[in-house]
T-cell receptor, first 118, second 112 residues
Framework: DTGVSQDPRHKITKRGQNVTFRCDPISEHNRLYWYRQTLGQGPEFLTYFQNEAQLEKSRLLSDRFSAERPKGSFSTLEIQRTEQGDSAMYLC????????????????FGNGTRLTVT | ELKVEQNPLFLSMQEGKNYTIYCNYSTTSDRLYWYRQDPGKSLESLFVLLSNGAVKQEGRLMASLDTKARLSTLHITAAVHDLSATYFCAVEEGGGADGLTFGKGTHLIIQP
């Protein structure tokens, strides 16, 4: 178990550029979540996948944000036409969740991708 | 809309003292989590509380859940410097369909 891996760790981009972040979850985990965290705040839920299905995406901050998990393994989060307000830490988390089970794992978080938009 | 409030948001205390962090939430919930975050690092899971009256302990930390009061507490006993971190509570509803809703965190500094 190597944990949740995110790449890159840091990204600096100019306003208007597109950026894409990658997340590799813990291999046996079926759920994958994306969160955003700004300084001094708790993580804010963006979207999640169960296997390859994106089951919740209404919390994505705008239509500039999109996420994919094409084969139910790794996921990507893309931000198009970045704005300075997008500067934040983007966290990925995964869990093993079975409906009705009391033994579901807590979310395991990666180290995040810190985005700076200049 | 689920709201999660932590109290206090900032706490400075001396080693050896006891203190409690409070987490209130606004709707019924399936489960409650406590996480720890060190500066520049990701979140580490501390406790998962699944039912009313649940109590879990790990070292100097003990967490409890009162679902009727919609309140969870994280109690620190005889604090040591290594416990300095930011502590978040997070509440899950809808079987995870809405993700976790986090509080703003309690920034804890423990001084020698």
């Amino acid at each position: 178990d190597t944990g949740v891996s995110q790449d890159p760790r840091h990204k600096i981009t100019k306003r208007g550029q597109n950026v894409t972040f990658r997340c590799d979850p813990i291999s046996e985990h079926n759920r994958l979540y994306w969160y955003r965290q700004t300084l001094g705040q708790g993580p804010e839920f963006l979207t999640y996948f169960q296997n390859e299905a994106q089951l919740e995406k209404s919390r994505l901050l705008s239509d500039r944000f999109s996420a994919e998990r094409p084969k139910g393994s790794f996921s990507t989060l893309e931000i198009q036409r970045t704005e300075q307000g997008d500067s934040a830490m983007y966290l990925c988390a995964s869990s093993l969740t079975r409906t009705g089970s009391e033994n579901n794992s807590p979310l395991h978080f990666g180290n995040g991708t810190r985005l700076t938009v200049t | 809309e689920l709201k999660v409030e932590q109290n206090p948001l900032f706490l400075s205390m001396q080693e050896g003292k006891n203190y409690t962090i409070y987490c209130n939430y606004s709707t019924t919930s399936d489960r409650l989590y406590w996480y720890r975050q060190d500066p520049g690092k990701s979140l580490e899971s501390l406790f998962v509380l699944l039912s009313n009256g649940a109590v879990k302990q790990e070292g100097r930390l003990m967490a409890s859940l009162d679902t009727k009061a919609r309140l969870s507490t994280l109690h620190i006993t005889a604090a040591v410097h290594d416990l300095s971190a930011t502590y978040f509570c997070a509440v899950e509803e809808g079987g995870g369909a809405d993700g976790l809703t986090f509080g703003k965190g309690t920034h804890l500094i423990i001084q020698p």
